[in-house]
């Protein structure tokens, strides 16, 4: 089982809509948790932490479940700007280094 | 803002060459790392270090090595290039394990 798990999607969704992505992980001892968002042809860049009480930026909304042992990230009200890859990221209690999952591609249409 | 630059944002190289990345960050970040990305794979580690001169193997050192003899430098040297080592490369630095700021990247070709 890998590590960092997620679909790799396309999602393809209409302007408006609200679109939602998990990952999951395969270490319990995961300590810390990121989504990232990388557009196309270019690097990666932080989008959010995901707290344990779970956190809101805007449209933007991220959650953690330990006992299911995965993120989610859910988009309100998506715009065609939100057409991106989406980067689960995992760090391991202990280690100095995260884990990448291989993205979820979203493409947002007008 | 935080500023990572790479030394290239293309390079085409032959078999058996030695190739050097630069990688220098200007916000004083103790982190450094080097990942490459492939279609599929998406970003895996190849080496980080955490200090001057410290160096830790991430999930794919093969066929690389690294160097940090600055703290805003950090370069990826591959010994003799392979073709399999075709890939977009991605430096990234960061105080902590928290977000970690990536440069631009370098798409390595090598014939």
């Known amino acids: 089982r890998k590590e960092v798990e997620q679909d790799p999607g396309p999602f393809n969704v209409p302007e408006g809509a609200t679109v939602a992505f998990n990952c999951t992980y395969s270490n319990s001892a995961s300590q810390s948790f990121f989504w990232y968002r990388q557009d196309c042809r270019k690097e990666p860049k932080l989008l959010m932490s995901v707290y344990s009480s779970g956190n809101e930026d805007g449209r933007f909304t991220a959650q953690l479940n330990r006992a299911s042992q995965y993120i989610s990230l859910l988009i309100r009200d998506s715009k065609l700007s939100d057409s991106a890859t989406y980067l689960c990221v995992v760090n391991n209690k202990g280690y100095q280094k995260v884990t990448f999952g291989t993205g979820t591609k979203l493409q947002v249409i007008p | 803002d935080v500023k990572v630059t790479q030394s290239s944002r293309y390079l085409v190289k032959r078999t058996g060459e030695k190739v050097f990345l630069e990688c220098v960050q200007d916000?004083?970040?103790?982190?450094m790392f080097w990942y490459r990305q492939d279609p599929g794979l998406g970003l895996r580690l190849i080496y980080f270090?955490?200090?001057?001169?410290?160096?830790e193997k991430g999930d794919i050192p093969e066929g690389y090595s690294v160097s940090r003899e600055k703290k805003e430098r950090f370069s990826l040297i591959l010994e003799s290039a392979s073709t399999n080592q075709t890939s977009m490369y991605l430096c990234?630095?960061?105080?902590?394990?928290?977000?970690?700021?990536f440069g631009p990247g370098t798409r390595l070709t090598v014939l």
């Open positions: 270090s955490y200090d001057v001169k410290m160096k």
């Open positions: 990234a630095s960061g105080l902590a394990l928290d977000e970690q700021f």
């Open positions: 916000m004083d970040h103790e982190n």
